[in-house]
């Protein structure tokens, strides 16, 4: 079958598309998946459980349909039913292939309303925001929010949630061709990052949900009130991050928490995900398409920089 695989080293690495992979077969209560659409999360080439895979295959965000079920496997799921998932970094095989595996905890009814493609950018910026908003800050109604990289998918994620589900005031940190798109999905405030004196700008926040972390998420620390909240999904992680030490900037805000995580996949949260799409309350995040032959110019676009778009990967053609 064909399938993206990372070959090298974190340092030296190479990504091709091979199609000499044999297609998998589940397992227990495995689900196996035909993938329609995968999306590219740039950042993996340093993740170092790809590199202990047993053959380099990427991703984890995944929309298709469950093509065949696990002799063991006793949920709700039936053959031919369309579905999105995050499949666990710890996988033996990632989801840019034509057929991949999860487990019934990572799957979700896909929404009816939107492609297989971008259903399959969704996940992990969901699951982040998700995740970063009701699980780690716990905020109450009406928060005043900062979000960095709010143009980015999680960004956007972190701001229509803050906004449509938790009413919070928001103000974002994004170049300043984004800031029209982000007042669309409901940000109060944008901030220009090219700007070296933004953090000046904003006061008093109850919560930063940092995407981009080094410099910027230092520079947050003099947005957040006192007994605020700083959570970040930077990559890489900061230096305190996984219990390394504190951070240096509690010495001027010791009561400020802080905290650094890495998303968990969660079938029921893409469940109540797709709910929100459908209803219209969240909208899907914007993305860039390309063909299966296009791998490797698709995994080029999602290193750039101030793209307009995530980038994935259709192993389908949808009608």
Not at 61 to 85: H, N
Not at 235 to 263: C, S, Y
């Amino acid at each position: 079958m064909k399938a993206v695989q990372i070959l090298g080293s974190q340092n030296d690495h190479r990504i091709i598309l091979s199609d000499t992979l044999p297609r998998p077969t589940p397992t227990g209560q495995q689900v196996l998946i035909k993938i329609h659409a995968a999306g590219i999360t740039a950042d993996e080439v340093i993740w170092p459980e790809l590199y202990a895979s047993s053959n380099r295959v990427p991703g984890h965000d995944i929309s298709g349909t469950v093509d065949a079920l696990g002799p063991k496997y006793s949920g709700p799921l039936s053959v031919g039913q369309r579905v999105y998932a995050m499949i666990d970094a710890d996988a033996p095989q990632g989801g840019q292939s034509e057929y991949a595996i999860a487990m019934p905890n990572e799957i979700a009814i896909k929404p009816s309303s939107i492609s297989h493609a971008e259903a399959a950018a969704l996940p992990i910026p969901a699951l982040t925001a998700w995740e970063a908003i009701f699980k780690r800050a716990n905020l109450d109604k009406g928060s005043k929010i900062l979000v960095t990289g709010a143009s980015g998918a999680v960004g956007v994620m972190l701001v229509q949630m803050a906004k449509k589900l938790l009413n919070a005031e928001v103000i974002g940190l994004a170049s300043s061709s984004n800031h029209a798109m982000l007042a669309e999905l409901g940000a109060d405030q944008v901030l220009d990052y090219n700007d070296p004196d933004w953090h000046n700008k904003v006061q008093g926040v109850d919560a930063v949900f940092d995407t981009v972390g080094g410099e910027t998420l230092t520079k947050t620390w003099n947005t957040v009130n006192g007994t605020g909240i700083i959570v970040t999904v930077g990559d890489p992680a900061p230096a305190w991050a996984f219990d390394r030490g504190q951070p240096e900037e509690l010495q001027n805000h010791p009561e400020v928490r802080w905290l650094h995580f890495i998303v968990s996949p969660d079938g029921d949260t893409l469940s109540k995900v797709a709910s929100l799409i459908d209803d219209g309350t969240l909208k899907p995040i914007p993305v860039v398409a390309f063909e299966v032959e296009e791998a490797v110019e698709a995994w080029k676009f999602a290193a750039q920089r101030g793209r307009k778009g995530k980038a994935v990967i259709k192993f389908v053609a949808e009608k």
